[in-house]
């Protein structure tokens, strides 16, 4: 394997007896490959900064060496899983993290989730409302923790840890077969990362030479969330890369097909909790 070039640093957390809140910063020297793995916790995270480019995991056990899958917004590692993360390049990225105990997820499901490929590809780019919510509001009272801190973080805690067990028994109870090819998901993957105007369902359909019907079951099959969610995201995480540059949120937002900055800056808004200048405040003024 090759040698790491990553170094992850807490900034801020708080402990309850289910879970454990962190802010975490991850600074990269250069490309990473390391194996990382949680025996009796799952590993929620959340990116607040966009994810380095080309941050790909691999779950090796199931999948075998070869096949990488990208992290979204969202990521989670079942505990007693070893995923194998690659990146490439410098940079750094920031992210709430929540470390829930396994039996605090657990105790909501129906019996043991058979771990399978689909499933751990699932957890690995996760776009789910309520969980985004749950996390937004989790790194806030981290960053800015108030009275009554320890019990509202664990009832933040308790309401993720049963999102999360309705989003692991929903992959469970769907088909483990029925899914979209990999092909199609990057041909997916690849036209949203262009930016521009929403594609339209019709759009994507044609791309991957199937029915709307037929993409949008089989991707909610692949992906455990429906396809309109994830365009949305997706979105969002290429408007965060922009925010990044030297661009103006007005080119960001009309780069981005949106109507006016207005209608961007509301969009963004509700998806991340902030606003796009907010949010490049939060990056400009990140230490280096």
Known sequence: ???????????????????????????????????FRRERHYWLDMCLTPRPERVRGCYAEHWGPHRYERLGEIFLVPPGQALRLRTEGEGSQSSVVCEIKAEAIDRWLDGPIEWTDSRL???????????????????????RPGPGSIVLTELIAGQLAIEVARYCQAIAEGPATGGLATWRLRRIDER???????????ELATLCNLSVRQLTRGFRASRGCSIGDYIVQCRIDVAKRYLGSSESIKEIAFALGFASPSSFAFAFRRA????????RQHLTSRPR
Request: proline content about 6%; overall charge negative.
């Open 1 to 35: 394997m090759a040698e790491s070039y990553a170094r992850s640093v807490f900034e801020a957390e708080i402990a309850v007896p289910q879970a454990q809140a962190r802010i975490m910063r991850l600074d990269l020297a250069g490309p990473t490959d390391r194996i």
């Open 121 to 143: 590809a699932a957890c690995l780019d996760i776009a789910h409302p309520h969980m985004r919510a749950c996390l937004f509001r989790l790194a806030e009272e981290v960053n």
């Open 192 to 202: 949203l990362q262009l930016g521009g105007a929403a594609p339209s369902l019709e």
């Open 272 to 279: 991340t909790g902030a606003t796009p200048r907010q949010f």
